[in-house]
Structure formats: structure tokens, C-alpha cells
């Protein structure tokens, strides 16, 4: 039994390294000596286990594997499975299978009532597909700010509103210290004071993350949640940010300004804009008296 299993196993080797169909003489020869009967008894094994198959070329045996042809489902399943958590959209799909659109409809439809594959609006507003089991990437989801494609509007809301506070708490915390410090060399030397750096009013969006976690805020939300937070806020004006080496901080902006700073500088409504060039030396940005530097 041993020796008939060696050799179903060479038999099928060798066909499965042929690139085609090869003869009965020339799959004797390359398997090398063997019992007659035994051979004859191996290939009717595999034909009969739908391994191999015996085909008549010129009134010649030959022999050649089966290829076992996939259904549909294992079409499309191999597919979603290849975009893996990325997900795949249903127009890719069909590009890849080239299953007409009727078709790739009932087959997904099925596949999703076996609960193979599952599928997820993305934050591009497209439908993907995954394996059932998959849990897809954050890019393909939005994270905790989004829910079905759409923004979770309470919870950004929720998350900017509770940021900023813990920024102005940190900048009202070194404001008070600082004019603490001031207070008491109040008419001596100031140079305890000057030499203070209040860097507790910054604040990196890993420090604001670890925050959160140890006062179990916001359970769901991930480090690049927060720090899109932040640079929305940034935006907004709300919060200033300074980078420091690889490291982004940011800091409260007392300003708090609900609009851009081009929204309030002052060439929006002046009179001499028409005349005002850079480098002019009558009216130039350069010379104005009307624009503080330090606020922009």
C-alpha cells in the first residue's frame, strides 16, 4: 500500500511539473522503473479520485492534472480576500473576476448571508467589501470620529471642546505661575523670572491621549484622533502650534480668534490697498502702520 501511495504521489508530480499533456511511454519513462501492475493501478486511482484524467491523442494514451474549476463564490471570495484590510470596491471586483454585474450582485448577496464577507461604507463614501472576520484599517473607517462613512458630529464635538479646555487649563496654570513669580520680585531682580521656561503650557497630542486614557475618557478613540482634533483646532485658530524636532506641541492661543488671521488684518478695508507694493518705498506691507507683526 506504501508503494502504491510513493507512486500515485510521483505520478502526479510529474504531471503537475508538464507544462501539457504527456504520453503514456514518457510518464513511464520519467517515473522510472516500475511494477507494470502497479502503475496501471495507481493511475486508475487518481482518475478515479479526479486527480488526473486519461485523454486519446493520434489513438495514443495520454495524461494530464485536472484542473478543478472554481465557482463563482471562490472567485470572488480569493478576490476580497487578496485586498485583505484595505477592502475592495465592487467596480475593482468586477474588473478582477469579470463576472457581469447581475451576477456579482447575487454572488456578494450570498456570500454576505453566509457571512464570508461583510461589507462597510468607507469615509470615501464608497461600499467595500471584506472577509466577515476582517476588522478594517482606520483609513478605510475614520476611526472613532466616524460611523458608517458619516462624522459622528457629537463626538468631535465633544473631543475639540474637551482638547481645548485641557490646553487653556495648562495655559491658565502657567499664566497664573507666571504672574506669581513676577509678583513676588515685584520692584527687585527679575531674573528669577525671566529665566523661567513655562513649558507646561504645551502639550504634545501624546500627552493629551495619555491624559484621556488615564481619566478613561473617550474609550474608542485612537492617538490620530486627537491629533486631527488638534489640527483642526489649529486651524480654527483656537490653539497655536510650535514643532520642536520631530515633536508637534501645542499651546492655547489666548487670542482665540473664531476666524483666519488674514481675516483681521487690516488691508481688508484699507483705503490705500490699490497703491500698497512690496518693496515700494512710499506705501509698502514693510513700512505700514497699521499692521502688527507680532499678531500674524
Not at 465557482?71 to 478576490?79: F, P
Not at 463614501?125 to 458619516?150: H, M, V, W
Request: with cysteine.
Amino acid at each position: 500500500m506504501d508503494n502504491l501511495e510513493q507512486l500515485k504521489k510521483r505520478i502526479y508530480s510529474v504531471l503537475q511539473s508538464s507544462k501539457s499533456t504527456i504520453s503514456d511511454d514518457e510518464l513511464r519513462m520519467r517515473i522510472g522503473n516500475a511494477d507494470v501492475a502497479l502503475r496501471v493501478t495507481a493511475l486508475n486511482s487518481l482518475i478515479s479520485e479526479k486527480k488526473i484524467k486519461a485523454i486519446a491523442v493520434n489513438n495514443v494514451a495520454h495524461f494530464e492534472l485536472v484542473v478543478e474549476e472554481k465557482s463563482h463564490e471562490d472567485i470572488v471570495l480569493d478576490v476580497i480576500r487578496e485586498a485583505d484590510k484595505n477592502g475592495i470596491w465592487i467596480r475593482d471586483i468586477r474588473s478582477k473576476t469579470k463576472l457581469a454585474e447581475l451576477v456579482l450582485n447575487k454572488v456578494l448577496k450570498s456570500l454576505e448571508n453566509k457571512k464570508l464577507i461583510k461589507s462597510i461604507k468607507a469615509i470615501s463614501n464608497r461600499k467595500l467589501y471584506f472577509l466577515f472576520d476582517l476588522q478594517p484599517d482606520e483609513t478605510i473607517t475614520g476611526g472613532a470620529c466616524y460611523d458608517s462613512g458619516s462624522i459622528r458630529e457629537d463626538i468631535v464635538r465633544n473631543l475639540k471642546t474637551t482638547c481645548l479646555q485641557h490646553l487653556y487649563d495648562k495655559w491658565k496654570s502657567s499664566f497664573e505661575k507666571a504672574v506669581a513669580i513676577f509678583d513676588s520680585n515685584s520692584g527687585g531682580d527679575n531674573d528669577d523670572f525671566t529665566n523661567q521656561h513655562f513649558d507646561p503650557v504645551y502639550a504634545s497630542a501624546s500627552d493629551i491621549y495619555d491624559e484621556f486614557k488615564g481619566a478613561k475618557l473617550f474609550h474608542d478613540i485612537k492617538l490620530v484622533d486627537i491629533e486631527n482634533i488638534l489640527n483642526v483646532l489649529c486651524f480654527e485658530c483656537k490653539i497655536l502650534k510650535k514643532i520642536i524636532g520631530d515633536r508637534s506641541l501645542f499651546r492655547y492661543n489666548p487670542l482665540n480668534r473664531d476666524k483666519s488671521d488674514l481675516f483681521y488684518a487690516p488691508c481688508m478695508i484699507c483705503h490705500l490697498y490699490k497703491d500698497c507694493k512690496p518693496g515700494s518705498v512710499r506705501i509698502s506691507p514693510e513700512n505700514c502702520r497699521y499692521i502688527n507683526y507680532e499678531l500674524f
